[in-house]
Nanobody
Framework: QVQFVESGGGLVQPGGSLRLSCEAS????????MGWYRQAPGKQREWVAG???????QYADSVEGRFAVSRDNGKNTMYLQMSSVRPEDTAVYYC????????WGQGTQVTVPS
């Protein structure tokens, strides 16, 4: 069973930057495509960004050009560099396999005041 632990969230002013981390542990984690997801208050969880085992990336239109996903396979860790953040980026951010078939962690809260 794989566990995901997200960290790095906090309060950031509009236009600011933040880096989130996601550490995967446990058996079965392998080197699989991973993704960042987020859930804003009153909304469904949505996909934000993804990265393959080889480092190819894709982004939701809403964050393209502002967020960057990366990974360190040796550390079983994935990152999300958030730049030029906006109030609409406020959400709890989660990580999971790109198929979203792992157990969800607690997430990390990102708040961008308006």
């Amino acid at each position: 069973q794989v566990q995901f632990v997200e960290s790095g969230g906090g309060l950031v002013q509009p236009g600011g930057s933040l880096r989130l981390s996601c550490e995967a542990s446990g058996s079965g984690r392998g080197i699989r495509a991973m993704g960042w997801y987020r859930q804003a208050p009153g909304k469904q969880r949505e996909w934000v960004a993804g990265i393959t085992s080889r480092g190819s990336t894709q982004y939701a239109d809403s964050v393209e050009g502002r967020f960057a996903v990366s990974r360190d396979n040796g550390k079983n860790t994935m990152y999300l560099q958030m730049s030029s953040v906006r109030p609409e980026d406020t959400a709890v951010y989660y990580c999971n396999f790109i198929a979203a078939d792992g157990d969800w962690g607690q997430g990390t809260q990102v708040t961008v005041p308006s």
